[in-house]
Protein backbone atom coordinates (compact mmCIF):
# COMPACT_ATOMS: atom_id res chain seq x y z
CA UNK A 1 0.00 0.00 0.00
CA UNK A 2 3.00 2.26 0.65
CA UNK A 3 4.27 1.65 -2.52
CA UNK A 4 1.38 2.94 -4.18
CA UNK A 5 0.84 5.97 -2.12
CA UNK A 6 4.39 6.99 -3.60
CA UNK A 7 4.08 5.84 -6.84
CA UNK A 8 0.42 8.02 -7.08
CA UNK A 9 2.11 11.15 -5.08
CA UNK A 10 5.33 10.61 -7.39
CA UNK A 11 3.43 10.98 -10.54
CA UNK A 12 1.77 13.90 -8.96
CA UNK A 13 4.86 15.57 -9.28
CA UNK A 14 4.70 16.93 -12.88
CA UNK A 15 0.85 18.55 -11.67
CA UNK A 16 2.36 20.48 -8.29
CA UNK A 17 4.77 22.21 -11.42
CA UNK A 18 2.77 23.21 -13.78
CA UNK A 19 -0.10 24.35 -11.71
CA UNK A 20 2.11 27.07 -9.34
CA UNK A 21 -0.01 29.74 -11.07
CA UNK A 22 -2.54 31.56 -9.06
CA UNK A 23 -4.65 31.80 -11.35
CA UNK A 24 -6.00 29.61 -14.44
CA UNK A 25 -7.04 30.94 -17.92
CA UNK A 26 -10.52 30.39 -18.73
CA UNK A 27 -9.49 29.86 -22.40
CA UNK A 28 -6.38 28.79 -21.70
CA UNK A 29 -5.50 24.36 -23.21
CA UNK A 30 -5.16 23.18 -19.72
CA UNK A 31 -9.00 24.51 -18.54
CA UNK A 32 -10.50 23.12 -21.82
CA UNK A 33 -9.17 19.85 -21.79
CA UNK A 34 -8.05 19.21 -18.09
CA UNK A 35 -4.90 16.84 -19.97
CA UNK A 36 -2.23 16.96 -16.79
CA UNK A 37 -1.59 13.91 -14.90
CA UNK A 38 -3.84 15.49 -12.25
CA UNK A 39 -7.78 15.91 -11.67
CA UNK A 40 -9.30 17.88 -14.02
CA UNK A 41 -10.81 20.28 -11.44
CA UNK A 42 -7.11 21.53 -11.36
CA UNK A 43 -7.33 23.49 -14.16
CA UNK A 44 -10.41 25.75 -13.00
CA UNK A 45 -8.92 25.90 -9.25
CA UNK A 46 -4.80 26.61 -9.91
CA UNK A 47 -2.77 26.90 -6.82
CA UNK A 48 -6.28 26.96 -4.85
CA UNK A 49 -6.36 23.26 -5.63
CA UNK A 50 -4.55 22.13 -2.53
CA UNK A 51 -6.32 25.19 -0.32
CA UNK A 52 -10.17 24.18 0.54
CA UNK A 53 -13.20 27.44 -0.13
CA UNK A 54 -15.96 27.30 1.89
CA UNK A 55 -19.30 27.17 -0.03
CA UNK A 56 -21.89 28.58 1.82
CA UNK A 57 -24.77 26.78 2.26
CA UNK A 58 -26.87 29.03 -0.26
CA UNK A 59 -24.56 28.48 -3.15
CA UNK A 60 -24.34 25.22 -1.82
CA UNK A 61 -28.06 25.11 -2.40
CA UNK A 62 -27.69 27.10 -5.68
CA UNK A 63 -25.27 25.06 -7.31
CA UNK A 64 -26.62 21.79 -6.48
CA UNK A 65 -30.28 22.62 -7.81
CA UNK A 66 -29.05 23.68 -11.07
CA UNK A 67 -26.75 20.43 -11.14
CA UNK A 68 -30.58 18.50 -10.72
CA UNK A 69 -32.32 20.43 -13.16
CA UNK A 70 -29.86 19.89 -15.77
CA UNK A 71 -28.46 16.67 -15.45
CA UNK A 72 -31.18 14.58 -13.63
CA UNK A 73 -34.02 14.56 -16.44
CA UNK A 74 -32.04 13.75 -19.03
CA UNK A 75 -30.60 11.06 -16.87
CA UNK A 76 -33.90 9.43 -16.43
CA UNK A 77 -34.90 9.56 -19.73
CA UNK A 78 -32.20 7.49 -20.68
CA UNK A 79 -32.35 4.96 -18.31
CA UNK A 80 -36.07 4.79 -18.86
CA UNK A 81 -35.15 4.04 -22.33
CA UNK A 82 -32.73 1.42 -22.15
CA UNK A 83 -34.81 -0.34 -19.82
CA UNK A 84 -37.66 -0.18 -21.90
CA UNK A 85 -35.51 -1.50 -25.14
CA UNK A 86 -34.18 -4.53 -23.32
CA UNK A 87 -37.73 -5.02 -21.78
CA UNK A 88 -39.65 -5.52 -25.36
CA UNK A 89 -38.47 -9.14 -25.76
CA UNK A 90 -40.06 -10.32 -22.83
CA UNK A 91 -43.67 -7.86 -23.62
CA UNK A 92 -43.23 -9.70 -27.38
CA UNK A 93 -42.88 -12.98 -25.34
CA UNK A 94 -46.67 -12.72 -24.09
CA UNK A 95 -47.33 -11.82 -27.92
CA UNK A 96 -46.15 -15.38 -29.45
CA UNK A 97 -42.57 -13.93 -30.09
CA UNK A 98 -41.21 -17.73 -29.71
CA UNK A 99 -44.29 -19.10 -31.72
CA UNK A 100 -44.37 -16.44 -34.87
CA UNK A 101 -40.38 -16.59 -34.74
CA UNK A 102 -40.01 -20.53 -34.41
CA UNK A 103 -38.03 -20.51 -31.16
CA UNK A 104 -37.57 -23.88 -29.62
CA UNK A 105 -35.22 -25.20 -26.35
CA UNK A 106 -33.28 -22.61 -24.84
CA UNK A 107 -33.63 -19.67 -27.77
CA UNK A 108 -35.54 -17.91 -26.01
CA UNK A 109 -33.32 -17.70 -22.80
CA UNK A 110 -30.41 -16.77 -24.90
CA UNK A 111 -31.92 -14.00 -26.36
CA UNK A 112 -32.22 -12.73 -22.75
CA UNK A 113 -28.54 -13.40 -22.29
CA UNK A 114 -27.14 -12.17 -25.26
CA UNK A 115 -27.61 -8.46 -24.64
CA UNK A 116 -25.65 -9.04 -21.11
CA UNK A 117 -22.79 -11.36 -23.09
CA UNK A 118 -22.13 -8.14 -25.10
CA UNK A 119 -21.98 -5.71 -22.53
CA UNK A 120 -19.13 -8.35 -20.79
CA UNK A 121 -17.17 -8.44 -23.89
CA UNK A 122 -17.49 -4.70 -24.45
CA UNK A 123 -17.13 -3.29 -20.90
CA UNK A 124 -13.42 -3.73 -20.76
CA UNK A 125 -13.57 -1.22 -23.91
CA UNK A 126 -16.07 1.22 -22.46
CA UNK A 127 -14.08 1.45 -19.15
CA UNK A 128 -11.34 2.55 -21.38
CA UNK A 129 -13.42 5.00 -23.47
CA UNK A 130 -14.69 6.20 -20.62
CA UNK A 131 -11.34 7.37 -19.51
CA UNK A 132 -10.41 8.62 -23.09
CA UNK A 133 -13.60 10.39 -24.73
CA UNK A 134 -15.69 13.15 -23.37
CA UNK A 135 -18.46 11.81 -21.69
CA UNK A 136 -21.63 13.21 -22.94
CA UNK A 137 -20.86 13.00 -26.50
CA UNK A 138 -19.73 9.32 -26.34
CA UNK A 139 -23.02 8.76 -24.23
CA UNK A 140 -25.27 9.99 -27.20
CA UNK A 141 -23.64 7.90 -29.76
CA UNK A 142 -23.59 4.66 -27.99
CA UNK A 143 -28.02 6.18 -27.48
CA UNK A 144 -28.70 6.89 -31.13
CA UNK A 145 -26.55 3.06 -32.55
CA UNK A 146 -28.66 1.19 -30.04
CA UNK A 147 -32.32 2.73 -31.10
CA UNK A 148 -31.14 2.08 -34.63
CA UNK A 149 -30.66 -1.23 -33.86
CA UNK A 150 -34.06 -1.42 -32.10
CA UNK A 151 -35.46 0.01 -34.94
CA UNK A 152 -34.04 -2.65 -37.44
CA UNK A 153 -35.37 -5.49 -34.87
CA UNK A 154 -38.56 -4.75 -36.04
CA UNK A 155 -37.37 -6.64 -39.46
CA UNK A 156 -35.91 -10.04 -37.37
CA UNK A 157 -37.94 -13.03 -37.87
CA UNK A 158 -35.75 -15.93 -36.85
CA UNK A 159 -33.68 -16.92 -34.34
CA UNK A 160 -30.25 -15.87 -35.94
CA UNK A 161 -31.60 -12.10 -37.05
CA UNK A 162 -32.79 -11.81 -33.40
CA UNK A 163 -29.63 -12.34 -31.63
CA UNK A 164 -27.92 -10.50 -34.12
CA UNK A 165 -30.16 -7.61 -33.36
CA UNK A 166 -30.22 -8.01 -29.20
CA UNK A 167 -26.03 -8.72 -29.64
CA UNK A 168 -25.71 -5.35 -30.62
CA UNK A 169 -28.30 -3.60 -28.87
CA UNK A 170 -26.07 -4.81 -25.69
CA UNK A 171 -23.10 -3.85 -27.04
CA UNK A 172 -24.35 -0.70 -27.47
CA UNK A 173 -26.25 0.05 -24.37
CA UNK A 174 -23.23 -1.29 -22.12
CA UNK A 175 -22.14 1.93 -21.61
CA UNK A 176 -24.69 3.55 -19.80
CA UNK A 177 -24.63 2.09 -16.61
CA UNK A 178 -20.93 2.70 -15.84
CA UNK A 179 -21.37 6.08 -17.70
CA UNK A 180 -23.92 6.61 -15.71
CA UNK A 181 -22.16 6.14 -12.30
CA UNK A 182 -18.99 8.41 -13.22
CA UNK A 183 -21.43 10.83 -13.82
CA UNK A 184 -23.15 10.78 -10.26
CA UNK A 185 -19.68 10.72 -9.00
CA UNK A 186 -18.39 13.35 -10.61
CA UNK A 187 -21.05 16.20 -9.76
CA UNK A 188 -22.41 15.00 -6.31
CA UNK A 189 -21.24 15.11 -3.22
CA UNK A 190 -21.44 11.26 -1.40
CA UNK A 191 -24.16 12.46 0.64
CA UNK A 192 -26.29 13.33 -2.68
CA UNK A 193 -24.90 10.40 -4.64
CA UNK A 194 -27.14 7.58 -2.54
CA UNK A 195 -30.55 9.37 -3.41
CA UNK A 196 -29.76 10.98 -7.17
CA UNK A 197 -28.49 6.94 -8.39
CA UNK A 198 -31.72 5.41 -6.94
CA UNK A 199 -33.47 7.83 -8.56
CA UNK A 200 -32.08 7.43 -11.86
CA UNK A 201 -32.17 3.25 -11.38
CA UNK A 202 -35.61 3.48 -10.19
CA UNK A 203 -36.64 4.64 -13.58
CA UNK A 204 -36.79 0.67 -14.14
CA UNK A 205 -39.76 0.76 -12.39
CA UNK A 206 -40.85 3.04 -13.95
CA UNK A 207 -40.33 1.38 -17.27
CA UNK A 208 -42.08 -1.90 -15.74
CA UNK A 209 -45.21 0.66 -15.15
CA UNK A 210 -45.24 2.46 -18.63
CA UNK A 211 -43.97 0.09 -20.37
CA UNK A 212 -46.67 -2.32 -19.02
CA UNK A 213 -49.60 0.30 -20.36
CA UNK A 214 -47.51 1.26 -23.49
CA UNK A 215 -47.25 -2.70 -24.29
CA UNK A 216 -50.70 -3.18 -23.99
CA UNK A 217 -51.77 -0.03 -26.31
CA UNK A 218 -49.51 -0.99 -28.85
CA UNK A 219 -51.34 -4.83 -28.78
CA UNK A 220 -54.14 -3.33 -29.91
CA UNK A 221 -53.12 -1.85 -32.68
CA UNK A 222 -54.15 -4.20 -36.30
CA UNK A 223 -51.84 -3.75 -39.01
CA UNK A 224 -50.04 -5.94 -41.41
CA UNK A 225 -46.97 -5.81 -38.59
CA UNK A 226 -47.20 -8.04 -35.44
CA UNK A 227 -47.95 -6.42 -32.05
CA UNK A 228 -44.19 -7.16 -31.41
CA UNK A 229 -42.81 -5.66 -34.08
CA UNK A 230 -44.88 -2.89 -33.08
CA UNK A 231 -43.04 -2.14 -30.01
CA UNK A 232 -39.39 -2.38 -31.30
CA UNK A 233 -40.23 -0.14 -33.93
CA UNK A 234 -42.27 2.58 -31.63
CA UNK A 235 -39.40 2.43 -29.21
CA UNK A 236 -36.40 2.64 -31.38
CA UNK A 237 -37.85 5.72 -32.72
CA UNK A 238 -38.31 7.29 -29.70
CA UNK A 239 -34.65 6.41 -28.59
CA UNK A 240 -33.33 7.75 -31.58
CA UNK A 241 -34.83 11.07 -31.06
CA UNK A 242 -33.68 11.17 -27.48
CA UNK A 243 -30.10 10.67 -28.95
CA UNK A 244 -30.25 14.41 -30.06
CA UNK A 245 -31.22 16.32 -26.58
CA UNK A 246 -28.42 14.19 -24.95
CA UNK A 247 -25.52 15.63 -27.20
CA UNK A 248 -27.03 18.76 -26.82
CA UNK A 249 -28.19 19.11 -23.29
CA UNK A 250 -25.88 16.88 -21.11
CA UNK A 251 -22.19 17.85 -20.49
CA UNK A 252 -18.89 16.19 -20.67
CA UNK A 253 -17.88 17.28 -16.77
CA UNK A 254 -17.93 19.61 -14.26
CA UNK A 255 -15.68 22.13 -15.99
CA UNK A 256 -16.32 22.17 -19.54
CA UNK A 257 -20.36 22.72 -18.68
CA UNK A 258 -21.60 25.76 -20.80
CA UNK A 259 -24.65 25.95 -18.52
CA UNK A 260 -22.29 26.84 -15.44
CA UNK A 261 -20.23 30.69 -15.38
CA UNK A 262 -16.76 30.31 -14.52
CA UNK A 263 -17.18 31.21 -10.99
CA UNK A 264 -19.92 28.23 -11.10
CA UNK A 265 -17.73 25.75 -11.75
CA UNK A 266 -14.82 26.51 -8.92
CA UNK A 267 -18.22 26.43 -6.28
CA UNK A 268 -19.12 23.21 -8.07
CA UNK A 269 -15.56 21.46 -7.81
CA UNK A 270 -15.22 22.92 -4.40
CA UNK A 271 -18.17 20.98 -3.64
CA UNK A 272 -16.75 17.83 -4.27
CA UNK A 273 -13.38 18.37 -2.50
CA UNK A 274 -15.03 16.36 0.36
CA UNK A 275 -15.90 13.42 -1.29
CA UNK A 276 -11.97 12.82 -1.60
CA UNK A 277 -12.71 11.47 -5.40
CA UNK A 278 -11.64 14.39 -7.62
CA UNK A 279 -13.85 14.83 -10.92
CA UNK A 280 -12.17 13.06 -14.05
CA UNK A 281 -8.90 13.05 -16.10
CA UNK A 282 -8.33 12.04 -19.77
CA UNK A 283 -4.57 10.00 -18.48
CA UNK A 284 -4.80 6.12 -18.01
CA UNK A 285 -3.16 5.24 -15.07
CA UNK A 286 -1.03 1.76 -14.64
CA UNK A 287 -0.31 2.04 -10.87
CA UNK A 288 -3.97 2.52 -10.06
CA UNK A 289 -5.32 -0.19 -13.01
CA UNK A 290 -2.81 -2.71 -10.76
CA UNK A 291 -4.49 -1.63 -7.28
CA UNK A 292 -8.38 -1.86 -8.05
CA UNK A 293 -7.12 -5.90 -9.06
CA UNK A 294 -5.01 -5.82 -5.70
CA UNK A 295 -7.60 -4.51 -4.07
CA UNK A 296 -10.50 -6.83 -1.82
CA UNK A 297 -13.13 -4.26 -1.78
CA UNK A 298 -13.21 -4.53 -5.92
CA UNK A 299 -13.76 -8.24 -5.76
CA UNK A 300 -16.52 -7.66 -3.06
CA UNK A 301 -18.40 -5.31 -5.31
CA UNK A 302 -17.88 -8.05 -8.05
CA UNK A 303 -19.78 -10.90 -6.13
CA UNK A 304 -22.48 -8.53 -4.78
CA UNK A 305 -23.31 -7.25 -8.40
CA UNK A 306 -23.07 -10.75 -9.74
CA UNK A 307 -24.95 -12.59 -7.30
CA UNK A 308 -28.06 -9.98 -7.76
CA UNK A 309 -27.78 -10.19 -11.50
CA UNK A 310 -28.60 -13.88 -11.44
CA UNK A 311 -31.99 -13.45 -10.49
CA UNK A 312 -32.24 -10.22 -11.60
CA UNK A 313 -31.75 -11.23 -15.21
CA UNK A 314 -33.75 -14.29 -14.81
CA UNK A 315 -36.98 -12.45 -13.37
CA UNK A 316 -36.64 -10.07 -16.02
CA UNK A 317 -37.09 -11.58 -18.73
CA UNK A 318 -39.73 -14.59 -17.50
CA UNK A 319 -41.51 -12.48 -15.34
CA UNK A 320 -44.04 -12.05 -17.32
CA UNK A 321 -43.81 -15.82 -18.23
CA UNK A 322 -44.15 -16.43 -14.76
CA UNK A 323 -47.57 -14.37 -14.01
CA UNK A 324 -49.00 -16.22 -17.04
CA UNK A 325 -48.18 -19.28 -15.67
CA UNK A 326 -50.81 -18.30 -12.61
CA UNK A 327 -53.75 -19.02 -14.95
CA UNK A 328 -53.92 -15.02 -16.54
CA UNK A 329 -54.33 -14.19 -20.36
CA UNK A 330 -51.83 -12.16 -22.47
CA UNK A 331 -53.04 -8.54 -22.08
CA UNK A 332 -54.40 -9.33 -18.45
CA UNK A 333 -50.49 -10.53 -17.98
CA UNK A 334 -48.86 -7.22 -19.02
CA UNK A 335 -51.21 -5.15 -16.56
CA UNK A 336 -50.45 -7.35 -14.34
CA UNK A 337 -46.32 -6.12 -14.58
CA UNK A 338 -47.90 -2.44 -13.40
CA UNK A 339 -47.82 -2.85 -9.70
CA UNK A 340 -44.43 -5.12 -9.61
CA UNK A 341 -42.85 -1.98 -11.07
CA UNK A 342 -44.38 0.62 -8.71
CA UNK A 343 -42.98 -1.29 -5.78
CA UNK A 344 -39.97 -1.63 -7.68
CA UNK A 345 -40.06 2.31 -7.43
CA UNK A 346 -40.87 2.33 -3.89
CA UNK A 347 -38.18 0.18 -2.82
CA UNK A 348 -35.46 1.96 -4.85
CA UNK A 349 -36.18 4.94 -3.87
CA UNK A 350 -37.28 4.31 0.11
CA UNK A 351 -33.68 2.05 0.25
CA UNK A 352 -31.46 5.64 -1.16
CA UNK A 353 -33.71 7.56 1.22
CA UNK A 354 -32.54 5.35 4.57
CA UNK A 355 -29.05 5.14 3.34
CA UNK A 356 -28.83 8.75 3.43
CA UNK A 357 -30.70 9.63 6.24
CA UNK A 358 -28.66 7.22 8.28
CA UNK A 359 -25.06 7.55 6.43
CA UNK A 360 -25.14 3.84 5.98
CA UNK A 361 -25.53 1.10 3.49
CA UNK A 362 -24.79 -2.12 4.53
CA UNK A 363 -28.00 -2.45 6.80
CA UNK A 364 -30.47 -0.95 4.52
CA UNK A 365 -29.03 -3.16 1.82
CA UNK A 366 -29.41 -6.48 4.45
CA UNK A 367 -33.20 -5.02 5.10
CA UNK A 368 -33.44 -5.27 1.00
CA UNK A 369 -32.59 -8.71 0.86
CA UNK A 370 -35.42 -10.00 3.04
CA UNK A 371 -38.63 -9.50 1.03
CA UNK A 372 -37.06 -11.46 -1.79
CA UNK A 373 -36.42 -14.35 0.51
CA UNK A 374 -39.58 -14.56 1.64
CA UNK A 375 -40.85 -14.08 -1.43
CA UNK A 376 -39.01 -16.44 -3.40
CA UNK A 377 -39.40 -18.92 -0.61
CA UNK A 378 -43.45 -18.65 -1.08
CA UNK A 379 -43.80 -19.06 -5.02
CA UNK A 380 -41.38 -22.61 -4.57
CA UNK A 381 -44.34 -23.65 -1.88
CA UNK A 382 -47.39 -21.77 -2.88
CA UNK A 383 -49.42 -24.40 -5.15
CA UNK A 384 -50.19 -23.18 -8.59
CA UNK A 385 -53.97 -23.53 -9.58
CA UNK A 386 -56.88 -21.23 -9.98
CA UNK A 387 -57.73 -20.50 -5.73
CA UNK A 388 -54.27 -19.42 -4.92
CA UNK A 389 -53.69 -16.53 -7.52
CA UNK A 390 -53.37 -13.88 -5.06
CA UNK A 391 -51.26 -15.44 -2.86
CA UNK A 392 -48.88 -16.33 -6.41
CA UNK A 393 -49.24 -12.67 -7.21
CA UNK A 394 -48.76 -11.33 -3.39
CA UNK A 395 -45.47 -13.44 -3.48
CA UNK A 396 -44.08 -12.02 -7.14
CA UNK A 397 -45.03 -8.70 -6.19
CA UNK A 398 -42.73 -9.08 -2.52
CA UNK A 399 -39.76 -10.07 -4.77
CA UNK A 400 -39.69 -6.84 -6.63
CA UNK A 401 -37.74 -5.60 -3.79
CA UNK A 402 -34.80 -6.63 -5.40
CA UNK A 403 -34.13 -3.93 -8.05
CA UNK A 404 -33.89 -1.50 -4.63
CA UNK A 405 -30.38 -3.09 -4.26
CA UNK A 406 -28.13 -2.89 -7.17
CA UNK A 407 -28.36 1.22 -7.60
CA UNK A 408 -27.00 1.11 -3.63
CA UNK A 409 -24.02 -0.94 -4.02
CA UNK A 410 -23.38 0.94 -7.44
CA UNK A 411 -23.43 4.27 -5.26
CA UNK A 412 -21.19 1.74 -2.38
CA UNK A 413 -18.63 1.03 -4.83
CA UNK A 414 -17.93 4.44 -6.17
CA UNK A 415 -18.30 6.43 -2.55
CA UNK A 416 -14.97 4.11 -1.42
CA UNK A 417 -13.41 4.44 -4.74
CA UNK A 418 -10.72 6.80 -5.16
CA UNK A 419 -8.02 7.85 -8.48
CA UNK A 420 -9.64 8.10 -11.99
CA UNK A 421 -9.04 5.55 -13.51
CA UNK A 422 -9.22 2.89 -10.23
CA UNK A 423 -12.67 4.30 -10.02
CA UNK A 424 -13.57 3.77 -14.26
CA UNK A 425 -11.80 0.08 -13.97
CA UNK A 426 -13.60 -0.72 -10.82
CA UNK A 427 -16.99 0.48 -12.25
CA UNK A 428 -16.13 -1.79 -15.57
CA UNK A 429 -15.46 -4.98 -13.30
CA UNK A 430 -18.86 -3.89 -11.77
CA UNK A 431 -20.50 -4.18 -14.89
CA UNK A 432 -19.14 -7.45 -15.97
CA UNK A 433 -20.12 -9.03 -12.91
CA UNK A 434 -23.70 -7.59 -13.80
CA UNK A 435 -23.47 -9.10 -17.47
CA UNK A 436 -22.13 -12.59 -15.92
CA UNK A 437 -24.89 -12.62 -13.30
CA UNK A 438 -27.66 -11.31 -16.49
CA UNK A 439 -25.88 -14.10 -18.56
CA UNK A 440 -26.48 -16.92 -16.62
CA UNK A 441 -29.83 -15.97 -15.04
CA UNK A 442 -32.16 -16.66 -17.84
CA UNK A 443 -30.62 -19.87 -18.61
CA UNK A 444 -31.59 -20.99 -15.08
CA UNK A 445 -35.03 -19.75 -16.02
CA UNK A 446 -36.01 -22.03 -19.12
CA UNK A 447 -39.81 -22.38 -20.16
CA UNK A 448 -40.01 -25.98 -20.06
CA UNK A 449 -40.14 -24.91 -16.11
CA UNK A 450 -43.32 -24.00 -16.46
CA UNK A 451 -45.62 -23.43 -14.24
CA UNK A 452 -43.28 -23.88 -11.62
CA UNK A 453 -39.84 -22.68 -12.60
CA UNK A 454 -38.22 -24.49 -9.50
CA UNK A 455 -35.09 -24.48 -10.77
CA UNK A 456 -34.95 -20.83 -11.32
CA UNK A 457 -36.43 -19.54 -7.83
CA UNK A 458 -34.00 -21.91 -6.00
CA UNK A 459 -31.31 -20.51 -7.68
CA UNK A 460 -32.81 -17.01 -7.24
CA UNK A 461 -33.09 -18.04 -3.17
CA UNK A 462 -29.35 -19.14 -2.59
CA UNK A 463 -28.22 -16.07 -4.56
CA UNK A 464 -30.43 -13.62 -2.55
CA UNK A 465 -29.02 -15.50 1.04
CA UNK A 466 -25.22 -15.15 -0.20
CA UNK A 467 -25.92 -11.79 -0.76
CA UNK A 468 -26.59 -11.05 2.63
CA UNK A 469 -23.86 -12.74 4.03
CA UNK A 470 -21.50 -10.60 1.37
CA UNK A 471 -22.46 -7.44 2.64
CA UNK A 472 -21.72 -8.10 6.01
CA UNK A 473 -18.14 -9.15 5.07
CA UNK A 474 -18.07 -6.15 3.30
CA UNK A 475 -18.90 -3.91 5.84
CA UNK A 476 -16.30 -5.62 8.24
CA UNK A 477 -13.53 -5.09 6.12
CA UNK A 478 -14.28 -1.33 5.30
CA UNK A 479 -14.21 -0.69 8.80
CA UNK A 480 -10.82 -2.12 9.01
CA UNK A 481 -9.84 0.44 6.42
CA UNK A 482 -11.13 3.15 8.36
CA UNK A 483 -9.10 2.07 11.72
CA UNK A 484 -6.06 1.94 9.53
CA UNK A 485 -6.56 5.34 8.14
CA UNK A 486 -7.31 6.75 10.93
CA UNK A 487 -3.70 5.40 12.51
CA UNK A 488 -1.78 6.80 9.35
CA UNK A 489 -3.43 9.93 9.95
CA UNK A 490 -1.78 10.17 13.47
CA UNK A 491 1.09 8.89 12.77
CA UNK A 492 1.73 11.82 10.05
CA UNK A 493 0.86 14.40 12.68
CA UNK A 494 -2.51 14.99 11.74
CA UNK A 495 -6.08 14.86 13.21
CA UNK A 496 -6.83 10.59 13.45
CA UNK A 497 -10.17 11.41 13.49
CA UNK A 498 -12.21 13.16 10.69
CA UNK A 499 -15.76 14.27 10.07
CA UNK A 500 -17.21 12.79 6.56
CA UNK A 501 -18.21 16.34 5.60
CA UNK A 502 -19.70 14.50 2.33
CA UNK A 503 -22.24 12.84 4.08
CA UNK A 504 -23.72 15.78 6.14
CA UNK A 505 -26.64 17.37 4.62
CA UNK A 506 -25.84 21.39 2.99
CA UNK A 507 -26.76 22.86 6.31
CA UNK A 508 -24.04 20.99 8.07
CA UNK A 509 -21.32 20.55 5.67
CA UNK A 510 -19.85 24.04 5.80
CA UNK A 511 -19.73 23.10 9.94
CA UNK A 512 -17.99 19.74 8.99
CA UNK A 513 -15.44 20.95 6.85
CA UNK A 514 -14.40 23.67 9.38
CA UNK A 515 -14.14 21.17 12.49
CA UNK A 516 -11.88 19.13 10.12
CA UNK A 517 -9.35 22.58 9.98
CA UNK A 518 -6.18 22.21 7.66
CA UNK A 519 -6.19 18.52 7.11
CA UNK A 520 -9.85 19.07 4.96
CA UNK A 521 -9.31 16.93 1.87
CA UNK A 522 -6.14 18.78 0.66
CA UNK A 523 -5.30 16.22 -1.78
CA UNK A 524 -8.86 15.49 -3.08
CA UNK A 525 -7.97 16.73 -6.69
CA UNK A 526 -4.48 15.41 -6.64
CA UNK A 527 -5.68 12.21 -8.53
CA UNK A 528 -5.05 10.05 -5.70
CA UNK A 529 -6.92 6.44 -4.86
CA UNK A 530 -8.44 5.81 -1.88
CA UNK A 531 -5.69 3.65 -0.68
CA UNK A 532 -2.83 6.23 -1.30
CA UNK A 533 -4.83 8.96 0.26
CA UNK A 534 -4.99 8.88 4.11
CA UNK A 535 -7.58 11.35 4.36
CA UNK A 536 -10.06 8.91 2.44
CA UNK A 537 -13.28 8.32 4.34
CA UNK A 538 -14.64 4.17 3.95
CA UNK A 539 -18.18 4.25 4.09
CA UNK A 540 -20.10 1.31 5.71
Known amino acids: MSSAMNDEKAEMGHVEQTMSNSTVDPKSEAYNNGRSWGDAAQAILGANAHAPVIVSPEDNARILRKTDIW ?8 YFLQQLDKST ?11 DTGLVGYQY ?8 AAQLIWQPVSSFMLVRLPVGRWLAFNILA ?6 CMTAANNFKTLITARFFLGLFEATVAPTFVTITAMWWRRREQTQRTSLWYSANGMTTVVGSILSFGLGHIHSHLRPYQIIFLFTGILTVAFSAVVYLVLPDSPTTARFLSHEEKILVVERLRANNTGTETKVWKWTQARECFLDPKTWFWFAMIFLISIPSGGISTFGPLIVQSFGFNQLNTILLQM ?3 AVQ ?10 ATHFKLKFPVLFALILPPIAGAAALLHIPRGATHKGALLGAYYIISFYPGIPPLIYTWSSQNTAGHTKKTLTTGILFVGQSAGNILGPFLYTTDQAPLYRKGLTSSLGCFAALGCTFLLTAFYLTVLNRSHATRRTTMGKTGVLVDASLET ?7 QQANG ?14 ANEDFIYVL
Open 146 to 151: WGITLS
Open 506 to 512: TKDAAAA
Open 71 to 78: LLPVMLGI
Open 339 to 341: PFG
Open 345 to 354: MLATLGAGFA
Open 89 to 99: LSYASVFNLAK
Open 518 to 531: ADFAVNAFDDLTDK
Open 109 to 116: SALGSIVY
